[in-house]
């Protein structure tokens, strides 16, 4: 009984010692767990919000080529409403389905700011499905556009906690030049 009760502190230092390493193990397990879900959300949420953003600007871009063609826009490749309206119903079919996800997993700012963008883009379409020919109505459309776009981008930054990116603004030549176009 003497042995056994010289060897129970270093019994006691195993047990407390195992009971320790396995807490330790436990808790980096969960938190490796943690920081691994999250970054999976992340990656999600940016896939995403790129989907968003890459829908949105097909019907951005049909709206330049339909604008350009109506003698708004500098687009160097125009297209007549009628070529266009299939693919701008498409381009609009396809934004409800990232619309959603983007609701579902985006945070507050970021969806807002993407309902400010479409809104944007939603008005560009009415514009060119009335075959209006104003172009100074059509570039303040543009620069609102090209804002909405510009917060939406810094919101998805934000929210994914990213270094500020380039904004993406060159200026666009007038009507009839055959400068660079800013899609």
Same mark, same amino acid.
């Given at each position: ?16 010692? /195992? &009971?320790?390493?396995?807490?330790? @193990? ?35 871009? &049909?709206?330049?080529?339909?604008? /350009? ?6 687009? !160097?490749? !125009? $297209? ?5 309206? =299939? @693919? $701008?119903?498409?381009? #609009?079919?396809?934004?409800?389905? *990232? ?5 579902? &997993?985006?945070? =507050? ?6 309902? *400010?963008?479409? #809104?944007?883009? $939603?008005? $560009?379409?009415?514009?060119?499905? *009335?075959? #209006?020919?104003? =172009? ?17 981008? +810094? /919101? ?5 906690? @990213? =270094? ?8 666009? /030549?007038?009507? +009839? ?7």
């Amino acid at each position: 009984m003497a042995s056994f009760l010289q060897q129970l502190p270093a019994l006691i230092g195993v047990v407390i010692g /195992a &009971l320790g390493s396995y807490l330790a @193990l436990a808790r980096s397990d969960r938190e490796r767990f943690r920081r691994e879900r999250a970054a999976r959300w992340e990656e999600r949420r940016l896939a995403v919000y790129a989907d968003y953003a890459r829908t949105l600007k097909k019907s951005v871009v &049909l709206t330049y080529r339909v604008s /350009a063609h109506l003698g708004n826009d500098p687009h !160097p490749h !125009p $297209m007549p409403f009628t070529e266009a309206e =299939p @693919l $701008m119903a498409e381009a #609009t079919d396809g934004r409800d389905p *990232t619309g959603e996800a983007l609701i579902m &997993l985006g945070s =507050p700012e970021v969806v807002e700011a993407a309902r *400010t963008w479409v #809104t944007v883009v $939603m008005e $560009m379409e009415r514009f060119v499905r *009335t075959a #209006t020919h104003e =172009p100074r109505a059509w570039l303040a459309l543009l620069e609102r556009q090209r804002a909405a776009r510009q917060v939406y981008y +810094g /919101a998805v930054r934000a929210d994914l906690e @990213l =270094p500020p990116g380039h904004a993406a603004r060159w200026p666009a /030549a007038p009507v +009839g030049d055959d400068g660079p176009d800013d899609a």
